[in-house]
C-alpha cells in the first residue's frame, strides 16, 4: 500500500462548479499536510499547509484534514480556467522525516 | 523578488556525459532538495541538505551527486551511472526541514 493515495483524475468542471479533491495516507504519524498547485512545465506552489484536523480556508480554497479517517481534501470554490493545473497533496511526519507527495490530481475548468 | 531558480530550463545529454543542473535561492533558507518527477509518479526525493556542507541521500540518489559550499546554491549532477536520467528535475527550499517547501520550476532533462 502506498503510503499516499490520490486520484489521477483528469477531472474536468465547468466554470464555477465546487471542486473537491482528495488524499488518503496510510501512516497515523503524519502530522503536517499541504497542497500543492502545479501548472504544466513549472514547480509546484504551495497553496495551504496545516497540521491539524478540521478546515482551513484562503480565499476560494479549503483545505480540510480528517486524521481518524486518514483523509485530506482541498476545495475551491467558484472554480476558474485558470485553476486548471495538476493538484499535489504532501504528507509529512515533522520531526526531520522527507515529506511524501501524492502522484497528483489533473483538473480541468472549462469555460 | 525572492525565490528559487532553476537553470537550464532544458538539458540534453549525451551518453556516458555528466551534466550539471544549477539551483540557487535567496530566501535564506537553510534546507534545500532536490526531487525527481516522472509522469504518474510522485515526486522523489534524490538528495537533501539541511546545512552548508552537509547533505544525505534521498531515496534515489544511485547516479547523482551534489555539494552544497554555499548556503544558496545546491547544484546536481547527473552522472553517467544514472541510466534513466530523463525527468523534470525540480529543486526546493525550506526555513529548516520540518517546514513547508518551496519550489523552483524545474529543469526538463532529456537523452540525445
Known amino acids: 500500500q502506498k503510503e499516499v493515495e490520490q486520484d489521477p483524475g483528469p477531472l474536468s468542471v465547468p466554470e464555477g462548479a465546487i471542486v473537491s479533491l482528495n488524499c488518503t495516507y496510510s501512516?497515523?504519524?503524519?502530522?503536517?499536510f499541504m497542497w500543492y498547485r502545479q501548472y504544466s512545465r513549472k514547480g509546484p506552489e504551495l497553496l495551504m499547509y496545516t497540521y491539524s484536523s478540521g478546515n482551513k480556508e484562503d480565499g476560494r480554497f479549503t483545505a480540510q484534514v480528517d486524521k481518524s479517517s486518514k483523509y485530506i481534501s482541498l476545495f475551491i470554490r467558484d472554480s476558474q480556467p485558470s485553476d486548471s493545473a495538476t493538484y499535489l497533496c504532501a504528507i509529512f511526519s515533522g520531526g526531520y522525516q522527507k515529506v511524501t507527495f501524492g502522484t497528483g490530481t489533473k483538473l480541468q475548468v472549462i469555460p | 523578488d525572492g525565490g528559487i531558480t532553476q537553470s537550464p530550463k532544458y538539458l540534453f545529454r549525451k551518453e556516458g556525459q555528466n551534466v550539471t543542473l544549477s539551483c540557487e535561492q535567496n530566501?535564506?533558507?537553510?534546507?534545500m532538495y532536490w526531487y525527481r518527477q516522472d509522469p504518474g509518479q510522485g515526486l522523489r526525493l534524490i538528495y537533501y541538505?539541511?546545512?552548508?556542507?552537509?547533505?544525505q541521500k534521498g531515496d534515489i540518489a544511485e547516479g547523482y551527486s551534489v555539494s552544497r559550499e554555499k548556503k544558496e546554491s545546491f547544484p546536481l549532477t547527473v552522472t553517467s551511472a544514472q541510466k534513466n536520467p530523463t525527468a523534470f528535475y525540480l529543486c526546493?527550499?525550506?526555513?529548516?526541514?520540518?517546514?513547508?517547501?518551496?519550489f523552483g520550476d524545474g529543469t526538463r532533462l532529456s537523452i540525445l
Open positions: 530566501l535564506n533558507h537553510d534546507a
Open positions: 501512516n497515523s504519524a503524519f502530522q503536517y
Open positions: 541538505s539541511q546545512i552548508v556542507n552537509d547533505f
Open positions: 526546493a527550499s525550506s526555513i529548516s526541514q520540518n517546514q513547508p517547501q518551496h
